[in-house]
Every structure is written in structure tokens, then in C-alpha cells.
């Protein structure tokens, strides 16, 4: 069965430091998809990345970095330099191949002080 | 882009009165539409699966005489909580997916949620 783990339920750092969050995933498909989503107070939950289970190069945009490993079912995501904004609960999603649906993992919940 | 809105974004009602949440692609057209629920502090809880022209297909333990869904056209989707209950206090979200039969490869995109509570 499809299962995404987020093992953080919470992480507090100081501005400008680096965090990683953590995603480790189930699956029995061959080929799938991987999504992060973020989630600000306000509630809207806002799309990050999608990566392809046949590409395993690191992607970067900006301060954000994503770390897939499918030899441990990791797909790991830094936010480097971090900012007050950067606050939000943040889901790893898989989705059920031929379902449609989205698996989400329990989130982190991320909060950047000052 | 693809945007989606929710509307409204906050409701209070009595208990006992229905009340219907809309969901709108705004620059695309979407096949399939999904409502999702959320309890403070935890993960999304898929609700059902909206498609365009047919029933929607409900998750198990969903009540589909209680939460009624409609998608009459390929921008809007509507929830309609019947008879709605303090439990039913809760936060709703919506998403929708630009591809026809895309499959796992497609991108949900979120609206806003809205809040709802039943006093």
C-alpha cells in the first residue's frame, strides 16, 4: 500500500539556518511521482515540486533543494538560509497510480524565529 | 498559473442548516476535482473524488447523503454539507487537475479552503 511518512512532527530554528525535512515513502508502483506541498497559516496549500521516480538528480530552486533517494524511499527537502516566511507546515504527497488520489504524510510543521 | 478559489472562505451556520462550498479552476479546465477535509493540526483526509459529468466517488466512511457533490461544468465543483453539525466543523479544501486521464503524473492544485463552523 502507498504510505508517506514525515517522521518531523515539528522543527523550530533560528532565522538563516538550514533544515531539512524529511519524507519516506511506500510504494508498490514501478514508476511514480512525488509531490511537496506547503502550507501557510493563511491555509492554502501551495505546490512545491513534483519528481519522477526515473530522476534522481537533486533539483534546486533557489534556497530550496530537493534530495531524492529511491534506494531508501527518501525524498528529503532543505530550505537553506531560512526566513520568518519560510513558517508553514509542509506535506510530502505520493499519489495511488490509476486511483488518482494523493497519499499525504502527517506533515511538519516548520516555524522560523526571528 | 493555475489557480483555484474557494468560495467562501469562512462560514458559520446553525446546526441542522446546509451549507454549499464552491470550487473554481480559474485558468484551466479540470476533469477531476477532489475535496479534502482537515482537523486542526492534522493532515488532509481525501473526502471524494469530483469528476466532471458523472457521481462523484466517495472515500470510505464518507457519507455521501451528507456531503453532497456536484461538477456540473470542467471549472466548478460544489460541496454541499447537508444538515450540518457541530462535528462537522471543519476546515475543507478543494483541489483540481488540469489533465484529462492523466493519471498519477498530474499536479493537484489547492484552493484556499474554507473554514467552517457549526455552532
Known amino acids: 500500500a502507498q504510505k508517506v511518512t514525515q517522521a518531523q512532527t515539528e522543527i523550530s530554528v533560528v532565522e538563516k539556518e538550514d533544515v531539512t525535512l524529511d519524507c519516506v515513502y511506500e510504494t508498490r508502483d514501478t514508476t511514480y511521482y512525488l509531490f511537496w506541498y506547503k502550507q501557510p497559516p493563511s491555509g492554502e496549500l501551495v505546490f512545491l515540486i513534483r519528481?519522477?521516480?526515473?530522476?534522481?538528480q537533486n533539483e534546486i530552486s533557489g534556497r530550496y533543494s530537493w534530495n531524492f533517494q529511491k534506494s531508501t524511499s527518501s525524498f528529503n527537502f532543505t530550505i537553506t538560509a531560512s526566513q520568518v516566511v519560510d513558517s508553514a507546515v509542509y506535506f510530502c504527497a505520493l499519489p495511488i497510480q490509476g486511483a488518482q488520489k494523493l497519499v499525504f504524510g502527517q506533515g511538519t510543521r516548520l516555524t522560523i524565529n526571528p | 498559473g493555475a489557480v483555484v478559489s474557494q468560495h467562501p472562505s469562512r462560514v458559520i451556520c446553525k446546526s441542522g442548516t446546509s451549507v454549499k462550498i464552491e470550487c473554481r479552476s480559474l485558468?484551466?479546465?479540470?476533469?477531476?476535482m477532489f475535496w479534502y477535509r482537515q482537523f486542526p493540526k492534522q493532515s488532509l483526509m481525501l473526502m471524494a473524488t469530483s469528476n466532471e459529468g458523472s457521481k462523484a466517488t466517495y472515500e470510505q466512511g464518507v457519507e455521501k447523503d451528507k456531503f453532497l457533490i456536484n461538477h456540473a461544468s470542467l471549472t466548478l465543483s460544489t460541496l454541499t454539507v447537508t444538515s450540518a453539525h457541530p462535528e462537522d466543523s471543519s476546515f475543507y479544501i478543494c483541489?483540481?487537475?488540469?489533465?484529462?486521464?492523466?493519471?498519477?503524473?498530474?499536479?493537484?492544485?489547492f484552493g484556499p479552503g474554507t473554514r467552517l463552523t457549526v455552532l
Open positions: 519528481r519522477n521516480s526515473f530522476d534522481e
Open positions: 485558468d484551466f479546465q479540470a476533469t477531476t
Open positions: 483541489s483540481a487537475r488540469r489533465t484529462p486521464g492523466g493519471g498519477a503524473a498530474d499536479t493537484q492544485y
